[in-house]
């Protein structure tokens, strides 16, 4: 069975930190890209950050650039959001997304999901 468990989130206040990890299992880890999400109330869902499957290029949306830092341990199927500087606009659930190609497109899963909360 396929599974993507984000944990770490919960309240912070401004200017604080969390981590967030996506536990995967089921699936051939090192192979997959993995994005972190993000979804506030009321707005559609953003790309926050990723990081590819070979060489650990990441990719950082502008808004969390220079704040927010993205890691793998392909050893513990583990994917890292270290995010610093929070802002009470970061507030959202935060989701982690695996995603690869194929010859029949592309094959990617999602996490259920777990909610930052940044008080000002």
């Known amino acids: 069975e396929v599974q993507l468990v984000e944990s770490g989130g919960g309240l912070v206040q401004a200017g604080g930190s969390l981590r967030l990890s996506c536990a995967a299992s089921g699936f051939t880890f090192d192979d997959y890209a993995i994005g972190w999400f993000r979804q506030a109330p009321g707005k559609e869902r953003e790309g926050v950050s990723c990081?590819?499957?070979?060489?650990?290029?990441?990719y950082y949306t502008s808004s969390v650039k220079g704040r927010f830092t993205i890691s793998r341990d392909n050893a513990k199927n583990t994917v890292y959001l270290q995010m610093n500087s929070l802002k009470p606009e970061d507030t959202a659930v935060y989701y982690c997304?695996?995603?690869?190609?194929?010859?029949?497109?592309?094959?990617?899963?999602w996490g259920q999901g777990t909610q930052v909360t940044v008080s000002s």
């Open positions: 990081i590819s499957s070979s060489d650990g290029s990441s």
């Open positions: 997304n695996a995603v690869r190609s194929s010859w029949s497109g592309p094959i990617d899963y």
